[in-house]
């Protein structure tokens, strides 16, 4: 006897598990005490998109912070091996305005107050030139750890510099992320390790699409050439990055440090290093006595989803806070939470120069959607938004006060506040920060002015794209 199956009770019984499973995640969810943006987003997703929302929240959603991808008591014990030269020396002391500030970032983040002598590079083609100089004098060890790290032209190239050096007996270690380079083939990273030279993913996946672990990114971007000279700041090893995309360059910063400055930068890299590694890479040899000391003081925040603090976030409510004259802040995505934007109207009711800066077009249509639907609030507070029409502008950070400068890889975005493991610099030094000043002005000059009266005048389907694009903000 032939079995029918009645096809639209099967739907509708499907259709139902999916409510229940959805309703006992949201109960989950907001048990969870997450962000209420994130959590109404997730409730969104999880009731209006059926089924397809159960397996976003299932690889994208699922909370797992307090598995602790580090164990704090390594994390720590790491810690203070890797910075005990940094405490051989005594730094100028913070600048008063900022003292807060550098407080702050010491007890939440163990940044370490230090001199250093640093050099802003305004262009990844620069930066490049720069990375490739001090890796052909690197003489100890090489360690890179970088978002993005393509296999193409000048991805090869990169490579190919290190093979040499590690046949010369430097040592070399690479940590990429694995969401970053999905697409890269391992064997494109075999040639170093066959060379002598090691190589890690970060959060290895292999589904990057299917994996809980796309959700934590090591977005860091770090060079440290023999404890000596590092390099911060938001490049990626790509082509497009020095050749640009859609005819228009690609804007970004990197900083290179010199001086005591640099031990943050290597701290930072041989924690992550003994995370996907597990060897403890440590001892003087990896923190010389610099021969360059510097005028500028900065500390290297490390920030990351599973500690207890949301350093890139509370960091910028801090920095808006204390600006008094003006603040100027690059930003590819803008995403932010509630304090962030409240501290950015803030400022600018309170009349200081708050200037913000963002693609016209990034290379995230549903980003920029998202991103436009922050600016009315922040345009009726005062806030000057430039749009930058040169290219793709990538560059992170801000400079304030003639005084203070971030330069790192976190966007103004949920993502960089909550999800990916970031690091920034953030700099106290009058000279360099009228470097980062006149850098940011001469990036108006390829801007247009966003005026209030111009983006309340855009058209409805604008409207209904950004605001349906920021429900999903908070998981972009």
Not at 61 to 79: A, E, K
Not at 188 to 198: K, L, M, Q, S
Not at 413 to 436: G, Q, T
Request: hydrophobic residues 45%.
């Amino acid at each position: 006897m032939a079995i029918i199956f009645d096809w639209e009770i099967l739907l509708r019984l499907l259709y139902w598990l999916n409510i229940i499973i959805a309703l006992w995640i949201m109960v989950k969810v907001i048990l969870g005490n997450r962000n209420p943006i994130a959590t109404f987003a997730w409730a969104f997703v999880l009731l209006f998109i059926p089924f397809l929302g159960l397996l976003l929240y299932f690889f994208f959603g699922h909370d797992t912070r307090r598995r602790r991808y580090i164990h704090n008591r390594f994390s720590s014990q790491l810690q203070q091996r890797a910075q005990i030269a940094c405490r051989s020396y005594t730094p100028l002391g913070a600048p008063p305005s900022y003292k807060a500030l550098v407080t702050y970032l010491e007890n939440s983040c163990d940044a370490s107050l230090a001199t250093a002598d640093v050099e802003l590079l305004p262009s990844a083609a620069l930066f490049m030139e720069r990375l490739f100089e001090a890796i052909s004098e690197a003489k100890e060890h090489i360690h890179l750890q970088f978002y993005i790290f393509e296999s193409d032209e000048w991805g090869t190239r990169l490579r190919d510099a290190l093979i040499e050096k590690a046949r010369e007996g430097v040592e070399v270690r690479i940590i990429y992320d694995s969401v970053g380079c999905w697409h890269v083939s391992p064997r494109f990273f075999d040639a170093v390790r066959c060379a002598g030279g090691y190589v890690e993913p970060f959060l290895k996946v292999h589904f990057p699409f299917l994996s809980k672990g796309t959700n934590y990114r090591n977005h860091r971007k770090i060079v440290v050439i023999d404890g000596k000279l590092g390099f911060v700041g938001g490049c990626n090893i790509a082509d497009r990055y020095v050749r640009g995309i859609n005819g228009g360059v690609w804007r970004d910063t990197m900083m290179a440090v010199r001086g005591y400055g640099v031990y943050g930068l290597q701290s930072s890299f041989l924690l992550d290093w003994y995370f996907v590694n597990g060897s403890m890479v440590s001892g003087r040899r990896y923190f010389p006595e610099p021969r360059t000391v510097g005028s500028a003081q900065l500390q290297i925040a490390m920030s990351n989803p599973v500690g207890q603090w949301r350093i890139v976030s509370s960091s910028l409510v801090m920095a808006l806070s204390s600006a008094r004259n003006y603040i100027y802040i690059h930003t590819p995505y803008l995403m932010p939470n509630e304090q962030v934007m409240s501290a950015m109207e803030s400022a600018a009711l309170s009349g200081v120069d708050v200037c913000l800066m963002i693609p016209e077009r990034s290379d995230s249509r549903l980003a920029d959607y998202a991103s436009r639907s922050y600016l009315e609030r922040l345009l009726k507070a005062g806030v000057k938004v430039y749009l930058y029409v040169g290219g793709m502008m990538h560059a992170k950070g801000c400079v304030s006060d003639d005084m203070l400068s971030v330069i790192g890889s976190a966007n103004v975005d949920f993502r960089s506040f909550d999800y990916n493991f970031e690091v920034c610099a953030y700099v106290y030094d009058e000279a360099f920060a009228k470097v980062v000043r006149r850098q940011f002005l001469d990036d108006v000059g390829n801007c247009k002015l966003l005026t209030l009266r111009e983006f309340l005048r855009r058209p409805l389907g604008s409207r209904v794209r950004e605001s349906l694009a920021r429900l999903f903000s908070p998981i972009l």
